[in-house]
């Protein structure tokens, strides 16, 4: 489940909805609140956690046609601008990315251009259309409006923001003048017009009024046509005596009217600005590739977790894909959360079984549902249904919920030493990746007719075929929805605490990936193992009373960069359900203070090997980071219920 882990160092530069750009480091431990983008082009407001995620990780730079470079892990995934993904190291000079272009307008409210429309949206409008404010209110007889608490216009964290009447709003505002009568005297005037000169003085200032009072004019000129010849005619009357170009003015006509050829399509387009319009959306200008390098340095990298988008703006004026991480940190103390309240939210909030999904009315919802990719292929676009029915629940079998404590001996993953509440899930594909999975196995078959009948599980699909290249697509969509069934899990139980989470870490198996083996680019397939690159996090949970262990990967060349990912069986389920008493079980887990909520006697601890000697077995494969305990679990039932 799950794709690679790619991340960006320390100073990577993030917009976030307040106003302000920081650089990733500094957003550890903070609630933020970031750009993220919908397959279509919808930007929108979204809650995100920033961790560490690698130490020491070869780096690319990728090159943009505005002149930003980004650097990043080579496999960190860009965002298309058909809303697909590529990893930085398969991008190639031409590819068009997903936009993000921001500005203020001259009353300083903050717009983003909006891809599927290209329109111009307010940012607080965005927010409040995002769900972060809640439901947006009527007032009787007057329009609703966004009231900043801070009266900055560029803050746009939804703490700073408010709903309003128009009129209850402008009210509030004359209040506030009434009350501050400083605000009206000649020596505040004298002052707030000697900044404005004092703005006006610098490039920057001269550009940026410039360009207001450019923009202000052509908007007039579009709005009442010809107006301006009639006030000059008038001598000045009602322009303060000032000297105005009229509409047909040599100046202004060449402004306006001055014909460009688009040299990407040969269209011909009025004025430079529409020239410049035309391009950007169009023909992706400032978002096309322009060079891919690897660098000879390495960095600590970091990421955000972005829950029901999985991506996020960078100040480069792009959207990159977040973490595939799915251990949940939250701020709460162990014991913080009562034994019957974990229970509640687990059964309310989860769902097991083969089959089994939520009510159609609460379904999540998640960008992975609204991929092209279910066109691509008639297999697809038949399981759709049986996707989006299944999104955000869990099998049978090894699948789990469970509320447990981390326990961090030194300071790392964002976070200071010591014990917190989290969240560990194990889910997948569903019924979706299994018929995926059973579909492209016969085909194989049926191609490998004179295999051995002891080796046809063995049968192959070559990625130069047509058949390999749709099992290749099918699959990482399939490891796309077991990642969004992780996030909305965890999302859905966040909201139920009310809290956010401070930060996660996912666990990636039973897959395949391209990698650099040897100096050639090969498909490594990890079943019943994890990716561990060199400083790369992942999860080894034990049992469902046992412990499991946030690691970070060392990159051991002949281990293929791998590890367990789990504890790994004992005994196969039919052995443990026939050999394991339910008594015995049952003692195992009362001693460890574990309480479990459905679960077979084919899952129990005693069927798993112990998960200290399969740590201790690997120290030159994973370094331990932290360990979690479980306390409350939830699985399906298995063969015989404990």
């Not at 100073?11 to 480091?25: E, M, N």
């Not at 360009?211 to 579009?222: H, Q, S, V, Y």
């Not at 090894?398 to 404590?405: K, P, S």
């Given at each position: 489940m799950g794709v690679d882990i790619g991340c960006f160092p320390a100073?990577?530069?993030?917009?976030?909805?307040?106003?302000?750009?920081?650089?990733?480091?500094e957003l550890l431990g903070r609630e933020l609140t970031v750009y993220a983008c919908k397959p279509d082009g919808k930007i929108v407001a979204?809650?995100?956690?920033?961790?560490?995620t690698?130490?020491?990780a070869p780096l690319v730079q990728v090159t943009l046609d505005n002149g930003q470079t980004v650097q990043c892990t080579s496999d960190h995934r860009f965002m298309l601008r058909d809303g697909n993904y590529l990893a930085a190291e398969q991008l190639r000079p031409g590819i068009s990315l997903m936009p993000f272009y921001s500005d203020q307008d001259r009353d300083g409210y903050v717009r983003v251009q909006q891809n599927y429309s290209g329109r111009m949206q307010k940012a607080h409008w965005m927010v409040a259309r995002s769900g972060l404010l809640g439901e947006i209110p009527r007032f009787d007889g007057q329009r609703t409006v966004i009231h900043h608490r801070d009266f900055d216009e560029a803050n746009n964290d939804p703490a700073n923001l408010e709903f309003m009447g128009d009129r209850?709003?402008?009210?509030?505002h004359r209040l506030l003048v009434e009350r501050n009568t400083s605000w009206q005297s000649p020596a505040f005037e004298a002052r707030r017009v000697a900044a404005l000169a004092a703005k006006a003085a610098t490039p920057e200032g001269h550009a940026y009024f410039a360009?207001?009072?450019?923009?202000?004019?052509?908007?007039?000129?579009?709005a009442n046509p010809g107006k301006l010849s009639k006030l000059a005619k008038e001598g000045g009357n009602g322009t303060r005596g000032a000297k105005v170009l009229t509409s047909d003015h040599p100046a202004i006509l060449a402004t306006r009217h001055a014909v460009g050829v688009c040299p990407e399509c040969g269209r011909e387009i009025k004025s430079a600005i529409g020239m410049n319009r035309h391009r950007k959306w169009q023909h992706g200008y400032n978002h096309k590739v322009v060079d891919v390098i690897s660098l000879n340095e390495t960095a600590d990298v970091y990421c955000l977790t972005v829950p029901g988008y999985d991506n996020f703006a960078i100040a480069a004026g792009v959207f990159v894909h977040n973490c595939s991480m799915r251990l949940s940190v939250f701020p709460i103390q162990p014991d913080g959360l009562k034994l019957e309240e974990a229970k509640a939210l687990l059964l309310k909030h989860t769902r097991f079984g083969p089959g089994v999904g939520f009510e159609k009315r609460e379904r999540g919802d998640h960008e992975v549902l609204h991929e092209s990719t279910w066109d691509d292929q008639p297999l697809l676009g038949h399981l759709f249904e049986k996707a989006a029915a299944q999104i955000g629940s869990s099998g049978s079998g090894?699948?789990?919920?469970?509320?447990?404590?981390l326990t961090l001996g030194a300071a790392d993953l964002g976070l200071e030493a010591g014990e917190y509440l989290a969240l560990l899930s194990h889910s997948g594909s569903r019924g979706f990746g299994a018929q995926v999975a059973g579909h492209f196995t016969n085909l194989a078959e049926r191609l490998h007719p004179n295999l051995d009948p002891a080796a046809k599980k063995l049968a192959w699909l070559s990625l130069d075929s047509e058949e390999g290249?749709?099992?290749?697509?099918?699959?990482n969509l399939a490891g796309r929805y077991a990642l969004a069934n992780h996030e909305l899990i965890h999302a859905r139980l966040a909201r139920a605490l009310g809290v956010s989470v401070l930060a996660s870490v996912h666990n990636s198996h039973n897959l395949a990936w391209k990698q650099q083996v040897g100096g050639q680019e090969l498909i490594v397939h990890r079943k019943g193992a994890t990716p561990a690159a060199a400083g790369q996090l992942g999860l080894i949970p034990g049992s469902m009373a046992d412990p499991g262990f946030v690691v970070r990967g060392r990159g051991h060349a002949d281990a293929l960069a791998s590890a367990s990912h789990g504890a790994g069986r004992q005994l196969g389920r039919k052995a443990a359900a026939s050999k394991l008493v339910r008594k015995e079980v049952a003692a195992y887990l009362k001693e460890r203070g574990v309480t479990l909520m459905g679960g077979g006697i084919d899952e129990a601890p005693q069927a798993?090997?112990?998960?200290k000697d399969v740590i201790a077995r690997q120290t030159d494969l994973v370094d331990v980071v932290a360990r979690f305990t479980p306390k409350v679990v939830r699985m399906d039932s298995g063969s015989e219920d404990i």
């Open positions: 100073d990577t530069l993030i917009p976030l909805l307040d106003g302000k750009t920081a650089p990733i480091f979204a809650r995100a956690t920033a961790q560490k690698r130490q020491n209850d709003h402008s009210r509030f360009e207001r009072g450019t923009r202000n004019l052509m908007a007039f000129i579009d090894n699948h789990f919920a469970e509320f447990g404590t290249q749709a099992y290749w697509q099918a699959m798993y090997k112990r998960i």
